[in-house]
């Protein structure tokens, strides 16, 4: 493993890369699954570091992370094939193995049972301590309407019709590669 990092201290590499895109991986029952993530935020609560990820209900990434409660956040870094995040968002690793379709490899994580993505640069280990669906009624319209449009059913990895849940992640460990 690389070098322990205060996740707090490289929040200006890492929310740049959220917006990019970043691998969410999860595991449960012997089988990993990573996802392509584009929504998170990484703060302080409970006077403790989280990483909060937004996934869909539907997702078989929610199947696995309500199992365990545990996820890694892998940051891509410099000259890593950006067609790798384009797949890993639009196909389920419900019936295939992504990880290994995708050419990744993973390594054990220091703390939680989840595995880190070995070509990540940076890597958060995070156990969920709270999670929040979505209200659809909370939402304005204008949100509903671009991110929630109805059209795509939860079956589908383009679904649509489903809400996020926000599964709040403490940082138990973050490091670099």
């Known amino acids: 493993m690389g070098e322990k990092i205060d996740v707090l201290e490289h929040a200006g590499e890492i929310l740049p890369a959220v917006n990019k895109g970043v691998l ?23 006077a403790r570091p989280v990483f909060v990820t937004f ?5 078989f990434t929610r199947t696995l992370l309500d199992e ?27 019936d295939i193995d992504k990880i ?8 054990k994580s220091q703390v939680v049972s ?33 991110f929630y449009p109805q059209d795509v059913p939860s079956t589908n990895c383009d679904a649509n019709r489903d809400m996020h849940i ?5 940082v138990v460990a973050a490091y670099t590669m």
Not at 100 to 107: I, Q
Not at 134 to 144: E, K, V
Not at 166 to 170: H, I, N
């Open 55 to 59: 996934v869909r209900e539907g997702r």
């Open 100 to 107: 290994a379709e995708l050419g990744l490899h993973t390594v």
């Open 114 to 146: 989840v595995p880190a993505i070995a070509e990540a640069v940076i890597t958060l280990e995070c156990r969920v301590v709270y999670r929040q669906p979505q209200d659809r009624n909370a939402l304005p319209a204008g949100i509903l309407d671009r």
């Open 166 to 170: 926000a599964y709040y992640g403490e």
């Open 24 to 46: 969410l991986t999860s595991a449960a029952n012997g089988k990993a699954n990573t996802m392509t993530i584009s929504w998170g935020m990484l703060g302080v609560e409970w």
């Open 68 to 94: 365990t409660d545990e996820f890694t956040i892998g940051i891509p870094g410099e000259g890593f094939d950006r067609k790798i995040l384009g797949r890993a968002g639009s196909v389920t690793g419900r």
